[in-house]
């Protein structure tokens, strides 16, 4: 067992068990930091699999930035009378089914397919990720339209959020 | 090396997680968080499909990044709809949220 | 070469590995003692802050400081810690206890972590990440998320809206920086701050003088220190998000605060000011580390002489200045810097050599003047409307009657 696969045991069983404090949690508070250990877990999946520029650009806006408008949302809409009502639907237990069918499912069709058992093939050291992504993002031959319609989505989320939550009143 | 395995599980074993929480939680905040989670593992597995595959082709790392903002986007519009439901309704629980027009 | 740090480390890599211990074990055990070693050396320079931080705001206000303790006053944060440490450490009814013990903790800690990229030296640096910018950036929203924690687990309504409002201040703060922060990486290539430094033959600060006021303005807002320190205003939210908080805890995040301000004094320093450059570094490298920490000194005065000669803001004009201002600015910043940068390496002036700083001045400098004659006719406008003439009393204007 090499250092590298014991860490990710490590992180894999911290984020998973964070991801089941997550819809598990009777307070909703708790349940949005379990979330932000459960995406700092999968930053830090993202160092080892050497997309570093990934796992800082999750940090910031995963947690830097969704969490804390989570946590915000959930200070604004915190009805204080029904607090400590059920926080199951009365469904869950089909829930619980359709997930562990789902997990099977998954796990079946994986273990099924032979190219799981590939090792990482070795990127030359010269290889500059960030440099790479970069280029790909914004070279026309690459995933430029991607880029921008995406920051037209990000526009229009901007604009459709100041108006759905403006009070007018 | 980690195999491709372990993270292929790990990434099958967070999207059911978060697709429990989806189905299972009554409260609409919650059910945001369980589809963050389903977001997560679906980036994790296109990370490591880009980093096994075809490293030195960046179209895994982008759609990853799409998916970033995509998951962002729609975060901050469904908090502003919870929001303004909330106003009205004074209430979040998905199962209270029944009727098209009070 | 005069350099203890490396040469010591060298001595117990053999030391280490004649007792027979593989590299592998060698390289964690001394990482984890450089780790060891860079937060103790910074957490004492953060002792000395305080004492440095009672005596500078005790010089602007023309009286003397500590001078009891100690030649100088010099024993007086001993004496501070000693206080806090035997303080009553309260909890309040109600609190989460867990996520109130581990606010303060992540405060420091982020803190801490920032650390890790600032190079000391030429030889000595904690981690060369060549997405070191980009990491700051990141670890200064992980310390966000400690403000809001303390403020919701102190169940305490003026906590909570402390916090938020530090929250909603951050954040919105942080759009400005990483903008600016863009500027440096553009004219050095690269997002690793080793690299930053090693490029500049001519100081960042000469080539982005803009940028770097940004970052300074907006380091400032970020830090919740005067005149954006709402989360501190004893006259208007009772001490903020850390009411609630006594001891030891409150001691951490008071020290996490002036440790953050001297941080951002060395990024500062890193990104704009040349970092450990100086006469003689590549003979002692030990150097560096003194020089760094001048020029860190120096921009904490200046954070320190904002603080205590400008009167708070208030919360919206606080946010207009960032989306209205500050924002637009340092895109227009960016976008000129680059377009000026493949301008001038088209026109094959190299970057690096003094002409490219020259012409990247000239072009901040245009931007300076276009924005200062944009904000002399918007108040052009607005005196005029003021001084426009309108009844003194009628029922619109004093909203008893409504129309």
């Not at chain 1, 979330?35 to 877990?41: E, H, Q, T």
């Not at chain 3, 989460?96 to 801490?112: C, E, G, H, R, S």
């Not at chain 3, 640096?125 to 060549?130: E, K, P, Q, R, V």
């Not at chain 3, 400005?176 to 600060?205: C, D, F």
Request: proline share 4%; charged share 10%; glycine share 6%.
């Amino acid at each position: 067992m090499t250092p590298l696969q014991i860490i990710f045991i490590l992180v894999a069983a911290m984020t998973l068990g964070a991801g089941l404090m997550v819809v598990t949690a009777r307070n909703l508070v708790h349940s949005a930091l379990w979330l932000i250990l459960a995406l700092f877990g999968v930053a830090i999946v993202y160092v080892l699999l050497q997309a570093g520029f990934l796992a800082v650009v999750q940090v910031v806006i995963y947690i830097g930035a969704i969490a804390i408008l989570m946590i915000f949302a959930i200070m604004l809409t915190r009805n204080i009378a029904t607090e400590s009502g059920p926080r199951f639907s009365e469904n869950w237990s089909w829930a619980l089914v359709i997930a562990l069918v789902l997990f099977g499912t998954l796990a079946w069709m994986l273990s099924g397919w032979e190219g799981i058992a590939a090792q990482a093939p070795a990127i030359s050291p010269r290889f500059d990720t960030v440099r790479e992504l970069g280029l790909a993002l914004v070279s026309p031959d690459g995933f430029v339209l991607a880029f921008e319609v995406a920051s037209v989505l990000l526009l229009a989320a901007l604009i459709g959020a100041l108006v759905i939550a403006w009070d007018r009143r | 090396m980690i195999p491709l395995s372990w993270l292929l599980f790990f990434a099958a074993a967070l999207f059911c997680i978060g697709l429990y929480g989806v189905l299972a939680r009554k409260n609409a905040i919650a059910i945001l968080m369980g589809i963050e989670l389903m977001l997560n593992a679906v980036n994790v597995n296109l990370v490591a499909f880009w980093r096994y595959r075809t490293p030195e082709i960046m179209a895994g790392q982008v759609f990853a990044v799409i998916v970033f903002a995509v998951a962002a986007a729609e975060v901050a519009v469904g908090l502003a709809l919870f929001i303004s439901v909330y106003r009205r309704r004074k209430t979040i629980a998905a199962d209270e949220i029944d009727m098209m027009k009070w | 070469m005069f350099d203890p740090i490396n040469a010591i480390a060298q001595w117990l890599a053999e030391l280490l590995a004649g007792w027979g211990l593989s590299s592998g074990l060698v390289n964690l055990i001394l990482t984890l003692l450089g780790v060891v070693v860079v937060a103790s050396f910074v957490l004492i320079v953060d002792i000395f802050l305080v004492w440095v931080e009672r005596k500078v705001v005790a010089r602007f206000q023309d009286r003397l400081g500590p001078n009891r303790l100690g030649p100088f006053g010099l024993i007086q944060p001993l004496a501070d810690i000693i206080k806090l440490l035997i303080k009553e450490d309260i909890t309040p009814v109600g609190a989460d206890k867990v996520v109130y013990n581990l606010a303060p903790i992540l405060a420091l800690a982020t803190v801490l972590m920032l650390w890790a990229v600032i190079p000391f030296a030429p030889t000595m640096l904690g981690a060369d990440l060549n997405v070191g910018v980009l990491y700051i950036v990141a670890v200064g929203a992980v310390g966000t998320l400690g403000i809001i924690m303390a403020g919701w687990a102190s169940n305490n309504k003026y906590a909570l809206l402390g916090a938020m409002r530090t929250v909603a201040l951050t954040i919105a703060y942080e759009v400005p920086m990483v903008v600016s922060l863009l500027v440096p990486v553009i004219l050095a290539r690269s997002m690793s701050i080793h690299q930053i430094v090693n490029m500049q033959t001519i100081w960042y600060i000469v080539a982005a003088p803009l940028a770097a006021a940004i970052f300074l303005i907006s380091a400032i807002a970020e830090l919740g220190r005067a005149p954006f320190d709402l989360a501190e205003a004893e006259s208007e939210i009772v001490a903020g998000f850390h009411i609630e908080y006594t001891g030891m805890k409150f001691g951490l995040f008071y020290a996490g605060e002036l440790l953050h301000a001297l941080t951002m004094g060395a990024l500062f320093a890193s990104l704009f000011m040349g970092g450990w450059r100086g006469p003689f570094v590549e003979q002692a490298p030990i150097l560096g580390v003194l020089y760094l920490f001048l020029k860190a000194m120096f921009i904490y005065w200046v954070i320190m002489w904002v603080k205590y000669s400008l009167p708070r803001v208030r919360i919206d004009h606080m946010l207009n200045f960032n989306w209205k201002f500050l924002t637009p600015l340092a895109l227009a910043v960016v976008m000129l810097t680059a377009l000026a940068d493949k301008a001038l390496v088209e026109f094959g002036v190299s970057a690096g050599s003094l002409s490219y700083s020259l012409s990247m001045l000239a072009v901040n400098l245009l931007i300076g003047w276009i924005t200062l004659s944009l904000l002399r006719s918007y108040a052009r406008i607005e005196r005029r409307r003021v001084a426009a003439p309108r009844p003194a009393a009628s029922p619109e204007y004093s909203g008893v009657a409504k129309s």
